[in-house]
């Protein structure tokens, strides 16, 4: 497959995905997730890696670490992922234990 139709495709499911994640709520996505670029560097960035390292803040976890991001680095890429959570030193320690 050539460099060109490799580029159409990606640009082909990811407009469809986007019409899939509209129909439920635009605003869910932040800024990157509209951006087919930022997801190319991501692909790539999956594809060229070992290991993985996901920085999620812990006062949003489930914001910053997708399942489904989760899911593709770990079945599709058989791949290690590792998450880290930072900003530990901003909530109770209740909540980290």
Known sequence: MSAEEVEKNEEKYFEEWL???YKFSRTRL??????????????????????LVLVADIRHPLFHFPPSLYKYVTEYHKKPLILLL????????ERIE
């Open 19 to 21: 019409r899939d994640v």
């Open 30 to 51: 932040n800024y990157f997730e509209h951006n087919l670029e930022v997801w190319r560097q991501l692909w790539r960035v999956c594809e060229m890696s070992d290991i």
């Open 86 to 93: 930072n900003k530990i030193d901003l909530v109770a320690k």
